[in-house]
């Protein structure tokens, strides 16, 4: 038995949190690293972030996932943040120091590892990313590392995506509204936008799955195929995906901030689809 002294504690915070998968995930990544060590899934007060982080700092917490509604929150309360963090503007990860947190977020990479995993190298893919919020503003930095050839932002509100291209800085980027995206094929098609959790679509046109390799990828995931992965597949897409990868792939990322272990990711995304 180990020393419960010793045992390195670690949590996910959120509000609501008991849906959350990452405890299982990271029970998981422990058992097969045999790495020493506790997760939980704490539900803060939607007006209590601050207050409770804290705490769970005075209590000796090593680390933290950051989920809904608190991502920005914890990045305003990060002593330092990573780059990729800053370009997000929020905070899915936090690790301990002395006196506080440093920031970081691993959900670009859990994207981009999780597309690889499906399509391969993204090297030279067209991709349209549909939405301009917060889950959309953590991956254009680390899509545009993986080098894709051009990134088309699109959103309901068309000045925010204009706002997170420009934000990039980058050539082979551009945001607008859905209205002015060619009816065009793309490799890739993200849905990025919280349609999903109200079974709303955003407005899609068929020729943009039309490629032969078309990938639509939905970053929301449920037990069902989503309303986007369906209507994707109406459109003839070739390959749909739900995000369970990607968050399997961000936690995977976080553990290996935290622990320094590199973790084989596709038994645990297998041992979720069949709990
Ligand atoms: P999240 O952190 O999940 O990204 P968010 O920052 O509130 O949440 O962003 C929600 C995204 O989903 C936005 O891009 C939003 O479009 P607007 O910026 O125009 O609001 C998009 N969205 C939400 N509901 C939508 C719907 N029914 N149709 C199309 N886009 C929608």
């Excluded at 800053?86 to 990479?109: E, H, P, S």
């Excluded at 859990?110 to 893919?125: H, M, Q």
């Excluded at 929301?220 to 399997?248: I, N, R």
């Amino acid at each position: 038995m180990s020393d419960p002294v010793m045992v390195d504690h670690y949590a996910v915070l959120g509000n609501p949190i008991n849906h959350s998968k990452s405890p299982l995930i990271h029970r998981l990544f422990a058992e097969q690293t045999e790495q020493d060590m506790t997760y939980s899934a704490i539900c803060l007060p939607l007006d209590g972030f601050i207050v409770g982080l804290a705490e769970l700092h005075a209590q000796g917490f090593k680390g933290m996932n950051v989920t809904v509604p608190f991502k920005f929150e914890a990045f305003a309360a990060c002593e330092q943040v990573s780059e990729r963090a800053q370009l997000a503007g929020a905070v899915n990860t936090l690790i301990r120091t002395d006196t506080g947190w440093r920031g970081d977020n691993t959900d670009g990479a859990g994207l981009v590892n999780d597309l690889t995993r499906l399509v391969g190298d993204l090297a030279g893919k067209r991709v349209l990313m549909l939405g301009a919020g917060g889950a959309a503003s953590g991956v254009v930095k680390p899509l545009l590392d993986a080098k894709v050839d051009q990134l088309t932002i699109a959103n309901r509100t068309a000045a925010k995506a204009a706002d997170l291209a420009a934000r990039a800085q980058h050539l082979r980027v551009n945001g607008c509204g859905y209205d002015v995206v060619p009816n065009q094929p793309y490799d890739i098609i993200i849905n990025a936008t919280a349609a999903s959790l109200a079974g709303d679509l955003p407005p899609l046109k068929a020729g943009w799955f039309s490629d032969a390799h078309c990938l639509a990828y939905d970053m929301m995931y449920s037990k069902e195929p989503t309303v986007f992965m369906q209507a994707a597949q109406t459109f003839g897409a070739q390959q749909t995906a739900d995000g369970l990868g990607m968050l399997v792939e961000q936690a995977a990322e976080a553990f290996y901030l935290w622990r320094g272990v590199r973790v084989r990711t596709a038994p645990v995304y297998h041992a979720l689809l069949e709990s």
